[in-house]
């Protein structure tokens, strides 16, 4: 259950900095 609970917002946290990371990328002078 615990490592679940690690594993899963882990995953989350990815997806947020990759979104992250493309927005940057599309700003201009990026």
């Known amino acids: ?6 594993i899963i917002p882990t995953f989350n ?3 947020n ?4 990371l493309n927005t940057v990328m599309a700003l201009p002078g990026g």
């Open 17 to 20: 900095i990759e979104k992250m």
């Open 1 to 6: 259950m615990l490592r679940a609970l690690v």
């Open 13 to 15: 946290e990815i997806e």
